[in-house]
């Protein structure tokens, strides 16, 4: 099992940064990459970036330019930096760890292990 803890949400003015961060523990090499995802009331639980552990970074389309995920390897950590923030970056922000073998980015990704999630709130 791998356990997850993320930290760092909060409550930022539009064009504010905050960082989001993720420890892992436990079986983490089985673990091959590291997402975010964020969802709001009544929508899909979406994947903004990810990483994987050679390096490897994606991000949707919406935060691209903004949003800069990095990990930490030898503190088993992962971060979300998110800067120039929106009203509709507003959500509950979820760390995922996918094993070895799972697909990391696209509509198919499959993360088996989750964080409980962070709220981030920015105001117009």
């Known amino acids: 099992q791998v356990q997850l803890v993320e930290s760092g949400g909060g409550l930022v003015q539009a064009e504010g940064s905050l960082r989001l961060s993720c420890a892992a523990s436990?079986?983490?090499?089985?673990?091959?990459?590291m997402g975010w995802y964020r969802q709001v009331p009544g929508k899909q639980r979406d994947l903004v970036a990810a990483?994987?552990?050679?390096?490897?970074?994606n991000y949707a389309d919406s935060v691209k330019g903004r949003f800069t995920i990095s990990r930490d390897n030898a503190k088993n950590t992962v971060y979300l930096q998110m800067n120039s923030l929106k009203p509709e970056d507003t959500a509950v922000y979820y760390c995922?760890?996918?094993?070895?073998?799972?697909?990391?980015?696209?509509?198919?990704?499959?993360?088996?292990?989750w964080g409980q999630g962070t709220q981030v709130t920015v105001s117009s």
């Open positions: 995922a760890a996918a094993g070895r073998n799972s697909v990391w980015w696209g509509p198919f990704a499959t993360y088996a292990y």
């Open positions: 436990g079986r983490i090499f089985s673990i091959n990459a």
């Open positions: 990483i994987t552990s050679g390096g490897s970074a």
